[in-house]
């Protein structure tokens, strides 16, 4: 963890989400740009995971589409062995992340998460992900920048990465 005092001997400037405050959100990394919340939420923390390739690489299985929308980002989950669930629960034995997406379109409604259909996913660009670590609390890469513990998925919701829009699961290795 970093403390408060060596975040400002920094200049790291924690990001405005209406349920985070310094206290309940602690900051646990250095800023950097060798990973994203995408291999974070997939346990790596030396590269980067895009469907677009960026000016540093960027990894990105050949077989899935290099578009932004959450059903993309379904699929690369998939790959990991991650399955679509409703539980926002710690289940021993599993590990949890939380997607969260802006609709591509103003009017576009948002349903319910269990009502959401594969056509309702092609709705949403992915905006982050979250994942839960085995004491329930939840860990965030911010970009390109640090990474960070709060305790619930919903605290990140905001302007910046929407809602959550789906939670997805797989047996913790």
Known sequence: MIGE??????????????????GNCPITSLPSPAYNCVAW?????????????????????????????IATFVELFRHFGFFPCLSTRLAHGSELIALYGLPLNESFL?????????TDLLGFQFRHVARQLPSGVWTSKL?????????DPVSLEGAAYGRVVLYMARART
Not at 55 to 63: D, Y
Not at 110 to 118: D, E, I, Y
């Open 5 to 22: 005092q060596a975040e400002i001997h920094l200049g790291i400037n924690r990001p405005k989400f209406a349920g985070v405050s310094g």
């Open 41 to 69: 939420a997939l346990g790596f923390d030396d590269q980067f995971w895009w469907p677009v390739p960026w000016a540093g690489g960027g990894q990105w299985p050949v077989h899935l589409a290099r578009r932004d929308d």
């Open 110 to 118: 948002v349903p319910n998460l269990p009502t959401l259909s594969q």
């Open 143 to 151: 970009g390109l920048s640090f990474d960070m513990e709060h305790p």
